[in-house]
């Protein structure tokens, strides 16, 4: 069974530049979410996903917007990139929210020059 | 809002040891989940182990165990007979049962090094 899968691994970008990274969740997941991940502010989390509705939003500026599709694969997109928002970002899936909890994927490593 | 509070940075441990990773959290709410997480180098985050507030007894799986103080909001991580592929970051995350949601609330985290 494949696990979350997250592209690409590695990206990196200039200041002012937009990116789109991508999450595959385990297959028969409804439910992605999206967490950033810095040395100086730890894990936030980002948005929550669930049959194409996003149910969760944290506290970050409107340039970080995501969305998910009707096979449940996801992408999260942030406008003109600014140093940082370097990070690891990362997606975790599940059966339906509330339950047992998340497994993650290996995330993407977004460098911003 | 809820917080989570790791104070150790870094933790080490001889293997074969014993070491325990200490969590504290803030919440007004009476059932909740808590959880740790471990991340090694490889970034994938993987659950260790996972409790419901509500039940008394603390979670074990294998050699990680939990000491669950409900009252004092500690939830403290046992690892016995440490193992060198325990080496990793160790986070203590807070889920809430309102609204169904997911989101978790992360701890800053623990590197853990295991000496052989």
């Known amino acids: 069974k494949a696990g979350v899968t997250q592209t690409p691994r590695y990206l990196i970008k200039t200041r002012g530049q937009q990116v789109t990274l991508s999450c595959s969740p385990i297959?028969?997941?409804?439910?992605v979410s999206w967490y950033q991940q810095t040395p100086g502010q730890g894990l936030q989390f980002l948005f929550e996903y669930f049959s194409e509705t996003q149910r969760n939003k944290g506290n970050f500026p409107g340039r970080f917007s995501g969305r998910q599709f009707s096979n449940s694969r996801s992408e999260m997109n942030v406008s003109t990139l600014e140093l940082g928002d370097s990070a690891l970002y990362l997606c975790a899936s599940s059966l339906v929210p509330g339950t047992y909890g998340y497994t993650f994927g290996s995330g993407t490593r977004l460098t911003v020059v | 809002a809820q917080t989570v509070t790791q104070s150790q940075p870094e933790m080490s441990v001889q293997e074969a040891e014993t070491v325990t990773l200490s969590c504290t959290y803030d919440?007004?709410?009476?059932?909740?989940?808590l959880f740790w997480y471990k991340q090694p180098p490889s970034r994938q985050m993987i659950l260790v182990i996972r409790q419901e507030a509500y039940k008394q007894q603390n979670a074990t799986e294998n050699r990680f165990s939990v000491n669950f103080q409900k009252a004092a909001k500690s939830f403290s991580l046992k690892i016995s007979d440490s193992q060198l592929g325990d080496a990793a970051m160790y986070f203590c995350?807070?889920?809430?049962?309102?609204?169904?949601?997911?989101?978790?609330?992360f701890g800053k985290g623990t590197k853990l090094t295991v000496n052989p």
């Open positions: 995350a807070y889920r809430s049962p309102q609204g169904g949601s997911e989101k978790l609330v």
């Open positions: 297959s028969g997941h409804r439910s």
């Open positions: 919440t007004s709410e009476s059932d909740y989940y």
